[in-house]
């Protein structure tokens, strides 16, 4: 069973270390100054390819649920993504959203009932500190509005990864991901043609970093990502996610010849050590992985 747990975390892993390429697909591929169009195209192609595959509708009360759901972890949380992603540098709008793991547990304490303790608000801590010193020993730019977006972010999204914990899944982890990108991006299709306006000509190169964002960074992602939501627990999920950041610094280093500076490096590999740590406590802990509870 221990293996399993790990197996089940590295693979959960897989989808916050494809969301920290989604910095540098932003700012390299896709057309400037469209956030919202951003966060259209990666989440309802993705969610109405997703359904075609399952061919499963809500029920009852899972039309409601699925809604809210998709409003915090899509709809929400990627146009304050990319709103962020567009006015911040990179590791900018990732340390702001490295408090989401101190959100995750706060929430989970209350609505869900899992101990809020002092070694889970100190992993919490001890990754957003070594998030920042990824960011702190670079010259960034500090957007007021791109800060609250993405700290607006960080909360949707901590909010939709306790109630999808809370509320558990009523089909199959795939129709349950397809719903909620669906209503996420319809939420999103109305706002991004009142704000922004039709799209523009789209180039090879934007259509290239939107299939990539839609098919690997949201459909393979978030069905990654909710399927270890709900067999581990919802604090320590979170802090998986405390891996974009890092693979952002990276990304930015290896494609676009951004400088890692000493003390950058040294933040990534506090959030690295914190991540093992907290992963091995897990562990030794908790030697079964438990089943996602049903909520009909």
Known sequence: ?????????????LAPVVWGTTYIVASELLPPDRPLLAALLRSLPAGLLLLLLVRRLPRGGWWWRSAVLGMLNI???????????????GGVAATVGAVQPLLVAL????????RLTGRKVAAGA??????????????????????????????????????????GTPDT???????????????????ALLAEG?????????????????????????????????????????LLGLLSPVVAAAAGWLLVGQSLSPGQCVGAAVVLATLVLA????TIRHTKVAPPRIVM
């Open 1 to 13: 069973m221990l293996s399993k747990t790990w197996t089940l975390t590295a693979t959960t892993a």
């Open 75 to 89: 709809g929400l949380f990627f146009a304050l993504l990319f709103v962020a992603a567009y006015r911040l540098p």
């Open 107 to 114: 929430f989970a304490s209350r609505w869900i009932g899992e």
């Open 126 to 167: 001890a990754g957003l500190a070594g998030v920042g010193l990824l960011v702190l020993q670079a010259e960034a730019r500090l957007d007021p509005l791109g800060v609250a977006a993405a700290l607006g972010g960080a909360v949707a999204m901590a909010a939709g990864v306790v109630l999808t914990k809370k509320w």
């Open 173 to 191: 982890l795939l129709a349950a991901t397809s719903w909620q990108l669906v209503a996420g991006g319809l939420f999103l299709l109305p706002v």
């Open 198 to 238: 039709p799209p523009p000509a789209l180039t090879g190169s934007n259509l290239a970093g939107y299939a990539y964002l839609g098919l690997v960074g949201t459909a393979l992602a978030y069905s990654l990502w909710f399927s270890g939501l709900h067999r581990l627990p919802a604090s320590g999920t979170a």
């Open 279 to 282: 992963g091995r406590k897990y």
